[in-house]
């Protein structure tokens, strides 16, 4: 399972996702996808931010059983608090 959050960004990046996720809310987007088309599909999305900002959440082998990763100028960031992570507000 993919989830992408995307903030400010171009309505033709959005538009481009939609190819491949669903969209249930502005913003938001959601997919069963490989690795390789979620990598795809990620930096596709850091470069063509243009000011914007990204999160993506993504099924992975971790104890909690995802990973996070963000992109531009997000409002939280992922902080490692003894092996578990959590998101933290600026």
């Known amino acids: 399972m993919v989830v992408m959050l995307l903030e400010r960004v171009p309505a033709s990046l959005r538009g481009e996702l939609t190819r491949w996720m669903i969209q249930p809310k502005a913003g938001v987007f959601v997919g069963k996808l490989s690795a390789a088309v979620r990598e795809r599909l990620w930096t596709k999305v850091c470069s063509d931010l243009n000011g ?29 608090f003894e092996g578990l992570t959590l998101i933290q507000k600026r």
Request: charged share 15%; net charge negative; glycine share 18%.
């Open 52 to 80: 914007g900002a990204g999160t993506l959440i993504y099924s992975a082998d971790t104890e909690q059983g995802y990973a996070v990763r963000f992109w531009g100028g997000v409002s939280r960031w992922v902080v490692d």
